[in-house]
């Protein structure tokens, strides 16, 4: 079965994020008491974070579809290849008879 879409994953796009906050603090804390060449080497560690694309590993499935008996249901599901995190959501709410 195919998946519905394929997108970034939050939670490596916020792991990413995370280590550039990181990478940047130490070069604010750090300017004057490393190296030129270590401070660089971090500069240059940062720059490729900001300029890698995270690869669409969070797989999405999902649904939406009214029952006769006039329920109406939502589900959703997504994980991550990568970290595995994943997330699933269903509704199922009676929405009154049709007429
Ligand atoms: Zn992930």
Same mark, same amino acid.
């Given at each position: 079965?195919?998946?519905?879409?394929?997108?970034?994953?939050?939670?490596?796009?916020?792991?990413?994020?995370?280590?550039?906050?990181n990478?940047?603090?130490?070069?604010?804390?750090?300017? $004057?008491?490393?190296?030129?060449?270590?401070?660089?080497?971090?500069?240059?560690?940062?720059?490729?974070?900001?300029?890698?694309?995270?690869?669409?590993?969070?797989?999405?499935?999902?649904?939406?579809?009214?029952q006769?008996? $006039?329920?109406?249901?939502?589900?959703?599901? $997504?994980?991550?290849?990568?970290? $595995?995190?994943?997330?699933?959501?269903?509704?199922?709410?009676?929405?009154?008879?049709?007429?």
């Open positions: 079965m195919s998946a519905n879409n394929w997108t970034v994953c939050p939670k490596c796009f916020s792991r990413m994020s995370y280590e550039i906050d990478i940047n603090d130490l070069l604010a804390n750090e300017y $004057g008491n490393i190296s030129a060449d270590g401070y660089l080497a971090l500069v240059n560690k940062r720059d490729l974070l900001i300029q890698k694309k995270l690869p669409y590993e969070f797989r999405e499935d999902y649904e939406i579809f009214m006769k008996n $006039g329920e109406l249901y939502i589900r959703y599901g $997504g994980s991550c290849s990568v970290c $595995g995190y994943s997330k699933e959501f269903s509704l199922g709410k009676f929405m009154g008879e049709a007429r």
